[in-house]
């Protein structure tokens, strides 16, 4: 199972990377938890320095962008 989280606030962008994040798991039908961490410290201490941003088991991939689904799609192929 592949561990996702979906870094930031709560913003439009972060809203937009979660809903793009479970599109690409509906799609792929890929075995997955998602999880939404909105504490800064523990943003923080996944080394992102802008947000919103994607940790794909307990490794950050992206930061400070939204990705388009296909983009996370292939991201979580290779996870």
């Given at each position: 199972?592949?561990?996702?989280?979906?870094l930031?606030?709560?913003?439009?962008?972060?809203?937009?990377?979660?809903?793009n994040?479970?599109?690409?798991?509906?799609?792929?039908?890929?075995?997955?938890?998602?999880?939404?961490?909105?504490?800064?410290?523990?943003?923080?201490?996944?080394?992102?320095?802008?947000?919103?941003?994607?940790?794909?088991?307990?490794?950050?991939?992206?930061?400070?962008?939204?990705?388009?689904?296909?983009?996370?799609?292939?991201?979580?192929?290779?996870?």
């Amino acid at each position: 199972m592949i561990t996702i989280k979906v870094l930031g606030s709560g913003c439009p962008n972060c809203q937009r990377l979660e809903n793009n994040v479970n599109q690409a798991v509906t799609e792929n039908k890929i075995e997955a938890k998602v999880e939404k961490i909105t504490d800064l410290i523990k943003i923080v201490q996944f080394g992102a320095m802008g947000m919103p941003a994607l940790v794909v088991n307990e490794k950050l991939v992206i930061a400070g962008r939204v990705p388009e689904v296909t983009e996370i799609k292939e991201i979580l192929k290779n996870a």
